[in-house]
Nanobody, 114 residues
């Protein structure tokens, strides 16, 4: 059974950093594209970045380019989202997704506040 579990969210000040983890189970994460999305309070869910299977193609939404980095550790069956220079408008619940089969994790909350 496929599961995705996010962790690493929390409270940080503007300019701070967090690293989110998405641990996959029931499948080999390196064989699938994995995406990160986020949903801010009162807003629709939006795509942030994805990492493709095998060829490591990476795409970022414009507002996070240069600040967020997506990576994968195949040995840990985990995809990471490193977030630097966080801003108040990065506050959201962050979700990872395996597009193939439409699998989603339950999300991890990131709050950026002074």
């Amino acid at each position: 059974q496929v599961h995705l579990v996010e962790s690493g969210g929390g409270l940080t000040q503007p300019g701070g950093s967090l690293r989110l983890s998405c641990v996959g189970s029931g499948f080999v994460i390196s064989e699938y594209a994995i995406a990160w999305h986020r949903q801010a309070p009162g807003k629709e869910r939006e795509y942030i970045a994805s990492i493709n299977d095998r060829d490591f193609g990476i795409i970022y939404m414009n507002s996070v380019k240069g600040r967020f980095t997506i990576s994968r550790d195949s040995a840990k069956n985990t995809v990471y989202l490193q977030m630097n220079n966080l801003q108040v408008n990065d506050t959201a619940t962050y979700y990872c997704q395996r597009p193939s089969g439409h699998f989603w994790g339950k999300g991890t909350l990131v709050i950026v506040s002074s």
